[in-house]
């Protein structure tokens, strides 16, 4: 109540407005809630609907169920944070100063976050001091890219005028979400937008550089095609490349960050260390990280179990998460026997894996295949030996690197192979093709 009195100020919710809020930040549906309290479904979705315009209002930013707990939770450390700092003044009265302008539309919660001390120094580093313009942070699904952005958005929030993140993951056309970013940074005073959209970048960027503006672009790979070497714009949503290279040639004073598991085109040719625009790779987590996701979901196995555990899945946040629910429920938590007795790929895991699979090129599959027949490192002439379906050189190189864009494959002096997560799957799909191949008479 604490937030909700200094959000609000003089107003006060209603009775009815705070019952609702109360449960939902329970986990109570609008139905739920309707029945519990007496009142018409309809009436509560109407008190729902106004409490959260209420305290969008108020906070600067769209409120709505999904999010009201994540952004109420942000709001209070930020209050507490700001007292503390404030309360070694003496004399010192805390203001009612106006909340910077943000809009966190379906940002996750980042309340329980793991590691990741180093990446988020340095992109501190990029985006503060050294003013980066374009900033990508790339790495296979799983690897805590959208957890990550939030958290660093968090953090950074009190250097920007304004934030704003988005998700791509329902591929919204580019004029969406221009007419969105625009609304935004001009606070909703541009409404005469161009038809075209070199125009509506133009105007975006003459935001960007009037004021310091944070934008967060999630699961970029959305908007990318599926069955080509990486990176290539699908059909009419090539508007997005222009939108980074303007962003990231032009000078302005805002930073543009986005997620995704394979590197756009045209973003490789201007990234550099001394360059306003970068990539960070995320890689697994270490054994101390991984293993408080392991404490935090009731593992208190060895530390070896553990450690075997954490090398074979490489550190992935995600992966960890959903093999120890599957420890705790069918294993009793016991490591060794899940190590002993369970496929390394299962459940959403492998869903991840089937859809990023999905996305290759023929001969990006035919390299995948080789590697994981292979099982070891492997150097580029000898890839080029096993790999069934003869492809050129040339064609292999820009497979391998397509592939390493994708963080689907590990490279080393000169040498090839797979995550073990990553070559279980495809030895999986390749026995699975070969044995559907296979005429049923013949299988004994």
Known sequence: MLVLDRVLQKKHLSNIQELVLRLCWQGYTYAEIAESSGYDDDYIRDVGFRLWQTLSKALGENIAKSNVKTVLRRYYSNLLQAESQLSTTPGFAIPDTPQKKQDWGEAIDVSMFYGRTEEQAL???????EKCRLVMLLGIGGIGKTALSVKVAEQLQSQFDLVIWRSLRNSPPIFELMRELISFCSQQTEVNLSDTIESQISCLIKYLRSQRCLILLD?????????KISGHYCAGYEGYGQLLRRIGDEVHQSCLLFTSRE?????TAREGETLPVRSLQLNGLSQLESQQILAAKGLVDSTVECD??????????????IVATAIQYLFDGNISQFLQHSPVVFGELWEILEQQFHRLSANEKQVMYSLAVKQDWVTLKELQQCIISQISERELLEALLSLQKRSLIEQQSGNYTQQPVVMEYITDKLIGQVCCDIPTEDID
Not at 263 to 267: D, E, H, I, R
Not at 308 to 321: D, T, V
């Open 308 to 321: 075997k555990l954490i090398q074979r899945y490489r550190g992935n946040p995600l992966a960890l998460k």
């Open 123 to 129: 992109l501190r580093e990029w985006i503060v001091e």
């Open 263 to 267: 590197t756009p085109s045209g973003f």
């Open 219 to 227: 699961n970029l790979e959305s908007i990318l095609q599926s069955g």
